[in-house]
């Protein structure tokens, strides 16, 4: 089947710890997105990729990282610069720039401990 | 400076009755505006998108208006069910997409 996976669906982080969420996607997507979702807020963008090895920041870069090496993999590293963490982190894909139609994967919750 | 907005953080109504969601945006000249729905806990799911030229347009018991004029979307679902109750986002083309904040639908039996 093709989709867009998360990993982990939960992640605790510990003070001064860099984590990394894991998305992969088999939809051949040219186009990859990083949003977090705070309670009762919408998606705030943090990175986005157009293409392999390359990406954008977007709205709320700070304290986060993210590389492309390959068309099916967006990972994202929260790191210790990242003070206030504790979020819901959905990745989604789509086909090129005009971002019709996102396709979002199951999202990750990550705490702070 | 540009914005997005959805008319309400929750809407509880009547099962069987119409419910109705407003997203309206300033300073954006969208191509097209996106409708999603979320279930908790879940990533959002795409259910529709209309144009700017298209002034409705339906998928089963959704219906989405956009008015360029006004700046402004409306979500409708006609025969609302409990099985509708979840949060609907519009976002618009801005290169990413922009989300709005969300509209928390109840629909009560």
């Known amino acids: 089947d093709g989709g867009i996976t998360q990993s982990p669906k939960y992640l605790f982080r510990k003070e001064g710890q860099n984590v990394t969420l894991s998305c992969e996607q088999n939809?051949?997507?040219?186009?990859m997105y990083w949003y977090r979702q705070d309670p009762g807020q919408g998606l705030r963008l943090i990175y986005y990729?157009?293409?392999?090895?390359?990406?954008q920041k977007g709205d709320i870069a700070e304290g986060y990282s993210v590389s492309r090496e390959k068309k099916e993999s967006f990972p994202l590293t929260v790191t210790s610069a990242q003070k206030n963490p504790t979020a819901f982190y959905l990745c989604?894909?789509?086909?090129?720039?005009?971002?019709?139609?996102?396709?979002f994967g199951s999202g990750t919750q990550l705490s702070v401990l | 400076s540009q914005k997005i907005e959805q008319n309400s953080e929750a809407l509880n109504i009547q099962e069987g009755k119409t419910a109705t969601l407003t997203c309206n945006y300033t300073?954006?000249?969208?191509?097209?505006l996106q409708w999603y729905r979320q279930d908790p806990g879940r990533g959002p799911v795409f259910l529709l998108l209309?144009?700017?030229?298209?002034k409705e347009k339906r998928k089963e018991r959704l219906k989405v208006t956009f008015d360029t004029t006004l700046k402004q979307s409306l979500f409708h679902i006609t025969a609302s069910q409990p099985a509708d109750s979840a949060t609907y986002l519009c976002?618009?083309?801005?290169?990413?997409?922009?989300f709005g904040k969300g509209t928390r639908l109840s629909v009560i039996a």
């Open positions: 990729s157009q293409i392999v090895n390359d990406f």
């Open positions: 939809l051949n997507h040219d186009a």
């Open positions: 976002a618009l083309l801005n290169t990413p997409l922009v």
């Open positions: 989604a894909s789509t086909w090129g720039a005009t971002n019709e139609k996102l396709f």
């Open positions: 300073n954006y000249s969208p191509a097209y």
């Open positions: 209309i144009r700017e030229n298209e």
